[in-house]
């Protein structure tokens, strides 16, 4: 006959006392994404991303010298933006990993596989900043947001996958259905954009249909996903173990 020691069963008691609540989960997440819609938002569309011009190093420094304190406290709100993503990737992770502990991982993993690239970009921003106040020329500036602009696809591609995974675990748990179909469609957007970027030799020439194809099912589903999360989080909606 196998017997459990008490220390055993009373450190597995333990454990699992001190493991998070899902709905707790839902509630990080949700106001993870909320401040991550209007951060990203004011970042990408306002501060940061109207200063690059494609193929024009002297109008992208001009824009980035006229609207310096919009780019700072952009870059800032991308800074912000990389630590939530982090918390994020553990709250989603506390909510699936009933689901399927597995794939609430790997979605995990993708998350923060993207937020570190997110990092990683920020740096070129900070070169950008400190080559327009230099006289190393105009041309390095457009480098360094070019350069910014890539670090920070690439990473999408993996968030793009995490995208994928959370609608499997959506779907696996119960979850809305078309929630669960958007997501993926919406992770593929993502993925569609960043390999375009990477292999098409005139993508300016696409750009406006690209925009359009990742953010409109990105604004959607992601944006849906976050009102999901507050009804999990007050227990009006339930996703199953």
Request: proline share 3%; charged share 15%; glycine share 8%.
């Amino acid at each position: 006959m196998t017997t459990t020691h008490p220390t055993t069963a009373r450190s597995g008691v333990e454990a699992g006392a001190r493991s998070t609540d899902p709905r707790r989960g839902a509630l990080v997440a949700a106001v993870g994404y909320a401040a991550i819609f209007v951060l990203a938002i004011f970042a990408n569309f306002m501060a940061v991303g109207p200063v690059l011009h494609p193929g024009d190093a002297a109008a992208t420094t001009d824009a980035l010298l006229d609207g310096e304190r919009a780019f700072r406290l952009g870059a800032a709100a991308f800074l912000v933006v990389f630590v939530v993503d982090v918390v994020l990737a553990w709250a989603l992770h506390v909510l699936f990993r009933g689901v399927h502990h597995d794939v609430s991982l790997l979605a995990a993993w993708c998350r923060l596989t993207y937020t570190v690239f997110l990092g990683i970009s920020l740096v070129f921003l900070d070169a950008a900043l400190r080559l327009a106040d230099s006289a190393s020329g105009e041309d390095l500036v457009l480098v360094a947001m070019h350069a910014f602009d890539t670090a920070w696809v690439v990473g999408l591609a993996a968030f793009g996958l995490h995208l994928v995974l959370l609608g499997r675990l959506l779907w696996l748990g119960g979850g809305p259905r078309w929630l669960a179909v958007g997501l993926p469609v919406a992770g593929a957007a993502y993925v569609a954009d960043t390999v375009a970027r990477l292999v098409l030799t005139d993508y300016q020439a696409v750009a406006d249909a690209m925009l359009v194809l990742v953010a409109v099912p990105s604004v959607v589903f992601e944006l849906s996903l976050g009102v999901w999360l507050v009804l999990v989080a007050r227990g009006r909606a339930t996703i199953r173990a």
